[in-house]
């Protein structure tokens, strides 16, 4: 598949929390009702163009700082907006590595 670099103009940057990591010792779980109205919330706040790929229709909350490798779970200083299949996509690799956006355009096109 073929793979594009999008740079986004000043005009539209994408926004999203700073990251941050989880206190010391502290475990919370992703999941249920609670996870549901953070993830709503981050839409609210932020928007629904997803921070990774730069393209509106963000259904999903991903942690800037992912949760393995210590980001805070419960807080929209570690939330942006996402697709889910970017999120899943992504996994638990740095912000700066996913880069890319995935193009289907050559699969229409002629020659």
């Known amino acids: 598949m073929r793979q594009l670099r999008r740079e986004l103009p000043a ?3 994408v926004k999203h929390g ?6 010391e010792g502290v475990v919370e779980v992703w999941s249920g009702r609670k ?11 932020y928007g629904r163009t997803c921070y990774l790929c ?6 999903s909350a991903d942690h800037v ?3 393995s ?6 807080d929209l200083a570690n939330l942006g907006p996402s697709h889910r ?5 992504r996994g638990n690799r740095p912000v700066e590595v996913f880069d890319t956006v995935e ?9």
Do not use: H, Y
């Open 54 to 59: 730069g393209l509106p229709g963000a259904d």
């Open 35 to 45: 996870a549901q109205r953070w993830v709503q919330l981050t839409l609210d706040t």
């Open 85 to 89: 299949s970017c999120n899943f996509r």
């Open 69 to 74: 490798l210590g980001g805070a779970v419960f």
């Open 65 to 67: 700082i992912p949760r």
């Open 18 to 23: 700073p990251g941050k990591q989880a206190p």
């Open 103 to 111: 193009s289907g355009l050559a699969f229409f096109s002629e020659g």
């Open 11 to 13: 005009s539209r940057m």
